[in-house]
């Protein structure tokens, strides 16, 4: 801690929490292999909690499906805040150079994780919604 401030950095792949208070968290989460097309192939969401996204750096795009809906595509731009509700499928598609902060409800990861394989429509449905950067 200097001056009153505690400072993080993360520079690995993956998925990192750094900082905790009682009820949330913030993670950094740095490109990893399962963010290129070619390994999508999951999805996943958390039934009690939101999470907030926000693209540091880099290309990115959410696949997501909400309620009843179909799986649809979603272009991140950096310095926006993106709040997935609960209940929300999603996972990200992203360039190699990506970079994204989240903030989310403590042990979200450890606890309110639900992950499933994508059928066979919706991949189909998210090959069909790619941004220009992922063709």
Known sequence: ??????????????????????DWMVALLNYENLMDLEKAHEIERHQKTDEVFILLKGQAAFYLVAAD??????????????????????NLLATKDAAFAIVENR??????TEIRP??????????????GWLK
């Open 69 to 90: 809906q179909l799986l649809q595509v979603v272009e991140l731009r950096p310095g926006q805040v993106y709040n997935v509700i609960k209940g929300t499928w999603h």
């Open 1 to 22: 801690m200097v001056n009153g401030i505690e400072v993080y950095e993360y520079n690995s792949a993956g998925y990192k929490p750094l900082v905790y208070s009682q």
């Open 118 to 131: 994508l059928t066979g429509e919706e991949r189909q449905c998210m090959l069909g919604q790619l941004p």
């Open 107 to 112: 042990d979200t990861d450890l606890f309110d």
